[in-house]
């Protein structure tokens, strides 16, 4: 384990912390947050190889789920005081391919003392330009970025802080030595035939990366870092990382014969499994994409976590702006939108605590479905609310992590019609609270369902156990029959779930 440790300001500051659960390693920060400035006060990192836990049938091994979780356990320590809320933890590939992720998850969470987001593999290569663009001098140009990582690899071009082509390649250092260099034994052939392998994953992406063109290539993350400390201590003036220079590291690997019998001067002992996986990527992204000189540098991804959460700390959520580019794009009537996201963020904070739903990202799901419960009438207003289910659960969203993405699909799923009980189930006779979000989304739903810019009454709501009262104006409910129809057909709508609601006056 690495740690470096400096001492924290004196003045009044917050403290945030970014783990990253890599294929590799595991990768710990902690800053201290001031103003808006941030300044690292502690890194952990540990080499844990969850890669190679995934067997046959791609289910993470019991050995090395243990070993990740000892890790954590340590880690745990250092997160446990910091509030929720400035801590980030992601999963990247791994935990995207494990088939029983759904148990290991609990148990990092219970060693953390934090939640564990896995993140789609577009969001962490938005995550790693966003780490990298804060890492490196900015001259306004336009920038190639590699990350290889131990289960993926990502390709990102862009301009300062925004990332415009982004990709995320099933292909690690760590799954490439698994499957090239098995046995630990290095050949001319099979050095070849990693090179192919991580070639023909680049092949759909080659000619769009070639055609939008860049200023600059830079490198992130542990093996290109260590191919550059390796091409440190080569040579004396390194000029960065070249074809060529790459062509010499792969003869000194393939010399070697083994991974066991590498000496290569900068190279640490338990990078050297993994590093002629790493190699035959980075040499295959040279020759597809053409680059002449890559310059590697520290920032990465648990970076890009730190400073995406800073701005989650100062109301600069990258998710807001995610939410409005689907409103835009998708041409929701946003008046509409806006009126029934008051309306349910105005009956959320009558039982928020009656139905605990006192956590933040209650409000922040709850608003976001109500914004967005309309996308799939883009598609085909038949079943509107099914399309947007289907869209929200399969798209690549900024800021979101899977679950995050995966609870939204289900809240715009169940806003209307027959209530998805099968999704949003009852436990020990106790609703859901993803079905009390639900809940109140469709009751702001149905309030609003003439689409008036009339402001509505005063609706006051109550809830006990599984019984909802709500109540309005009695002269309001004689003006709107209809709506007063709509809160009676929505009650039985909800007897599914199972909820009593009761419409009185008030």
Same mark, same amino acid.
């Given at each position: 384990?690495?740690?470096a440790?400096?001492n924290?300001?004196t003045?009044?500051?917050?403290?945030?912390a970014?783990?990253?659960?890599?294929?590799?390693s595991?990768?710990?920060l902690?800053?201290?947050?001031?103003n808006?400035?941030?300044?690292?006060? $502690?890194?952990?990192?540990?080499?844990?190889r969850?890669?190679?836990?995934l067997?046959?049938?791609n289910?993470l091994?019991?050995?090395?789920?243990?070993?990740?979780?000892?890790?954590?356990?340590?880690?745990?320590q250092?997160l446990?005081?910091?509030?929720p809320? *400035?801590?980030?933890?992601?999963?990247?590939?791994?935990?995207?391919?494990a088939?029983?992720s759904?148990g290991?998850?609990?148990?990092a969470?219970?060693?953390?003392?934090?939640?564990?987001?896995v993140?789609?593999?577009?969001?962490?290569a938005?995550?790693?330009f966003?780490?990298?663009s804060? =890492?490196?001098e900015?001259h306004?140009?336009?920038?190639?970025?590699v990350?290889i990582g131990?289960?993926?690899? #990502?390709l990102i071009?862009?301009?300062?802080?925004?990332?415009q082509l982004?990709?995320?390649?099933?292909?690690? %250092?760590?799954?490439?030595?698994?499957?090239?260099?098995?046995?630990?034994r290095?050949?001319?052939?099979?050095?070849? =035939?990693?090179i192919?392998?991580?070639?023909?994953e680049?092949e759909?992406?080659?000619?769009?990366?070639?055609e939008?063109?860049?200023?600059?290539?830079?490198? =992130?993350?542990?093996?290109?870092?260590?191919?550059q400390?390796?091409l /440190?201590?080569m040579?004396d003036?390194?000029v960065?990382?070249t074809?060529a220079? &790459?062509e010499?590291i792969?003869?000194q690997?393939i010399?070697?014969?083994?991974v066991?019998?590498?000496?290569?001067p900068?190279?640490?002992?338990?990078?050297a499994a993994?590093?002629p996986g790493?190699v035959?990527?980075?040499?295959?992204?040279?020759?597809?994409?053409?680059?002449?000189?890559?310059?590697?540098?520290?920032g /990465?991804?648990?970076e890009?976590?730190?400073?995406?959460?800073?701005?989650?700390?100062q109301?600069?959520?990258?998710r807001?702006n995610?939410?409005?580019?689907?409103m835009?794009?998708?041409r929701?009537?946003q008046?509409?939108?806006?009126?029934?996201?008051e309306?349910?963020?105005e009956?959320?904070a009558?039982?928020?605590?009656?139905?605990?739903?006192?956590q933040?990202?209650?409000?922040l799901?709850?608003g976001?479905?109500?914004?967005?419960? #309309?996308?799939g009438?883009?598609?085909a207003?038949?079943?509107?609310h099914?399309?947007?289910d289907?869209?929200?659960?399969?798209m690549?969203?900024?800021?979101?992590?899977? &679950?995050?993405?995966?609870?939204l699909?289900?809240?715009?799923?169940?806003?209307?019609?027959?209530?998805?009980?099968? #999704?949003?189930?009852c436990?020990?006779g106790e609703?859901?609270p993803?079905?009390?979000?639900?809940?109140?989304?469709?009751? =702001?739903v149905?309030?609003?369902? *003439?689409r008036s810019?009339e402001?509505?009454?005063?609706v006051a709501?109550?809830?006990k *156990? *599984?019984?909802?009262?709500l109540?309005?104006?009695?002269a309001?409910?004689?003006k709107?029959?209809?709506?007063?129809? $709509?809160l009676?057909?929505?009650?039985?709508?909800?007897a599914?779930?199972?909820?009593?609601?009761?419409i %009185?006056?008030?």
């Open positions: 384990m690495e740690t440790t400096s924290p300001p003045t009044s500051s917050v403290q945030l970014a783990l990253d659960l890599g294929s590799n595991f990768h710990l902690v800053a201290q947050e001031n808006g400035r941030i300044q690292v006060i $502690d890194r952990i990192k540990e080499m844990v969850l890669a190679e836990g067997e046959a049938k289910r091994s019991d050995e090395v789920a243990d070993r990740a979780l000892e890790c954590l356990e340590r880690f745990g250092r446990r005081d910091l509030h809320q *400035n801590v980030r933890v992601v999963g990247t590939n791994t935990l995207r391919k088939r029983n759904k290991f998850l609990a148990k969470e219970k060693a953390l003392g934090h939640k564990v987001d993140i789609s593999g577009r969001e962490e938005r995550l790693i966003l780490g990298v804060h =890492a490196v900015d306004f140009d336009r920038r190639l970025v990350d131990g289960g993926s690899t #990502e071009v862009g301009a300062r802080f925004e990332p982004m990709q995320s390649l099933y292909i690690g %250092c760590v799954g490439l030595s698994r499957a090239c260099f098995e046995d630990g290095i050949r001319t052939g099979n050095f070849k =035939a990693a192919n392998q991580a070639r023909q680049l759909p992406l080659q000619l769009s990366y070639q939008s063109g860049w200023d600059t290539a830079i490198g =992130a993350s542990g093996t290109i870092l260590a191919i400390d390796v /440190a201590e040579d003036q390194p960065g990382i074809l220079s &790459l010499e792969k003869k690997l010399k070697a014969r083994h066991d019998k590498l000496d290569l900068g190279l640490s002992r338990e990078r993994v590093f790493g035959a990527i980075l040499c295959a992204i040279f020759e597809a994409l053409d680059i002449e000189t890559m310059h590697a540098t520290n /990465a991804l648990r890009g976590l730190l400073h995406d959460l800073l701005g989650r700390v109301d600069k959520d990258i807001e995610s939410v409005q580019d689907l835009n794009r998708y929701i009537d008046s509409h939108a806006r009126r029934v996201r309306t349910a963020l009956l959320l009558q039982v928020a605590v009656s139905w605990c739903l006192t933040p990202n209650d409000k799901l709850l976001w479905a109500a914004q967005l419960h #309309e996308i009438i883009d598609i207003h038949n079943q509107y099914k399309h947007g289907y869209l929200l659960r399969h690549d969203l900024a800021g979101f992590s899977n &679950l995050d993405q995966q609870q699909a289900s809240l715009i799923r169940a806003h209307r019609r027959k209530f998805p009980t099968e #999704e949003l189930s436990v020990n609703i859901s993803a079905a009390r979000l639900a809940t109140v989304l469709r009751l =702001a149905v309030l609003h369902r *003439n810019s402001h509505l009454p005063h709501i109550s809830v *156990n *599984n019984k909802v009262k109540a309005l104006p009695e309001w409910l004689k709107h029959p209809l709506t007063r129809l $709509d009676q057909q929505e009650a039985e709508y909800l599914a779930v199972p909820l009593k609601v009761e %009185c006056k008030s």
